[in-house]
């Protein structure tokens, strides 16, 4: 066998055990929604008969210039039903005028803050309480990035159990009630994650999704698509098999006491989220604690993704070196029998199929065309690897589209579904491909922009 041929075989080899995995993710999946009428219905029953013993939350939105959103966002939060909460804001030092937007829309007035006890952010400047909603506290702070900002909130949380979201996402009002009574059912429970949805182009009323839509904009409506695998596919079958690692910083729910225990977030990397998830694992794990990580589909938290391929390449560079920097800060946990299912499947999964396979992607792409170039294309070869990549991703992204559809948030217009629909055929004619090299360009970049904010446009929503 040449080498050429070796490395052929290499690729459609690893792509058929990636394709695998994620046929194996899409079943499971299927299982979770398909048990979920089931589990709601007796959810709903349980809220109407327990509502004087939910465990009362503390919402944590870090903010760095958003003036353009983050009033439609807490307005959404403050109008959400649910017996006892509090809302924290840390506007990371922000260049706008996000904090003049707060105190003239919310009534502000200074206050004093609450010492700093267990977590590294930089130092608060000032803090603010609103005097039309009791439950409302903003804290102003030197800039120090996301992480930071949200420990600086951790630190002022009353509460036992809190939600990290972004100053740019709108939580569903029925969401928090859909997730609260895990926490008291199951006392292990540290840590959930809910679906995250694309708010772009959907009409939002008082703060409120009113209608789901499928973007008209490219980016954003393959984001769309991308959104259904990663949320309803891939992390409803992690949890159902108790390999959850990742639970997103949009809309994570967590115990303040676990997320304490840790020091909080880590603010040297540009993953926090999922560094925090593993890390709780590696911690209950090494002191031989009982808990439970888990996702469930319906808490559902709307989101504002990029419509620009700039800002789209940004975003996306950021999250492969998160992902990255946290597989290698926590290597010695990969294929570690102490860490059970976490470090002998989910950590290899994260490995091979999120971290490996924009590379293998690339060089297949790269070795069609260097065959090309030299007059050996192997037709064979093409046909199989197109098909394994190209092809089975169309069917993994209808597959997806249609589990969407069995759940409540999804489109339903026709026009939503036929749009959805195109995004599902050509995500894979190039959307795709210049991920996969944003991906890899990525690697070179690890260590890079720590402790930064992201850029990105807002739009006024609503």
Not at 9 to 29: D, H, K, M
Not at 203 to 223: L, S
Not at 420 to 429: C, D, G, K, Q, R
């Amino acid at each position: 066998m040449s080498v050429v041929d070796g490395l052929q075989a290499f690729v459609l080899v690893a792509f058929l055990v990636i394709n695998g995995s994620n046929a194996a993710a899409l079943a499971l999946a299927s299982r979770a929604v398909l048990m979920r009428g089931r589990r709601l219905s007796a959810l709903e029953q349980t809220l109407l008969t327990r509502a004087s013993t939910y465990l009362p939350v503390s919402f944590l939105i870090p903010a760095y210039n958003e003036e353009a959103t983050i009033v439609s966002s807490l307005e959404s939060l403050l109008a959400m039903h649910y017996p006892e909460f509090e809302v924290i804001v840390a506007n990371d030092g922000s260049k706008d005028a996000t904090l003049t937007v707060l105190k003239e829309a919310f009534d502000l007035v200074e206050s004093l803050p609450g010492p700093r006890r267990f977590t590294q952010h930089a130092p608060v400047r000032s803090a603010w309480r609103s005097t039309t909603h009791a439950g409302l506290l903003v804290l102003d702070k030197e800039n120090g990035g996301r992480a930071d900002a949200l420990n600086a909130a951790l630190e002022q949380a009353r509460y036992p159990v809190v939600v990290l979201t972004d100053a740019d996402s709108l939580i569903d009002p029925a969401a928090l009630q859909k997730a609260g009574t895990r926490f008291l059912d199951v006392p292990s429970l540290m840590g959930m994650g809910g679906t995250i949805r694309v708010v772009n182009e959907a009409k939002v009323v008082g703060g409120a999704v009113k209608e789901p839509r499928t973007p008209r904009n490219f980016i954003a409506r393959w984001q769309q698509l991308e959104y259904l695998r990663a949320f309803i596919a891939a992390r409803a079958a992690m949890s159902q098999v108790g390999c959850l690692i990742s639970i997103s910083g949009a809309f994570g729910l967590f115990r303040r006491s676990a997320l304490l225990a840790v020091g909080g977030l880590r603010v040297d990397t540009v993953g926090e989220d999922f560094e925090l998830t593993v890390r709780l694992h590696r911690h209950f794990r090494d002191a031989r604690l009982e808990h439970r990580l888990e996702f469930m589909i319906d808490p559902v938290c709307w989101t504002q993704v990029p419509d620009e391929a700039k800002v789209l390449r940004s975003q996306r560079d950021r999250w492969h070196r998160g992902l990255w920097e946290t597989l290698w800060v926590h290597r010695d946990m990969l294929l570690n029998p102490r860490y059970g299912r976490i470090g002998l499947v989910a950590l290899p999964y994260a490995w091979f199929v999120e971290g490996v396979s924009p590379i293998l992607e690339v060089t297949g792409y790269l070795t069609i065309l260097v065959l090309w170039l030299t007059g050996n294309l192997d037709a064979p070869f093409v046909a199989a690897f197109l098909g394994l990549s190209v092809l089975y991703g169309m069917l993994v992204g209808l597959t997806s589209a249609a589990l969407d559809q069995a759940l409540p948030h999804s489109p339903r217009r026709l026009g939503d579904r036929y749009r959805m629909f195109i995004a599902v055929i050509t995500e894979n004619l190039g959307y795709r491909q210049w991920l996969a090299v944003v991906r890899v360009v990525a690697m070179f970049r690890i260590g890079s922009s720590r402790g930064k904010w992201g850029q990105m446009t807002r739009r006024s929503l609503g």
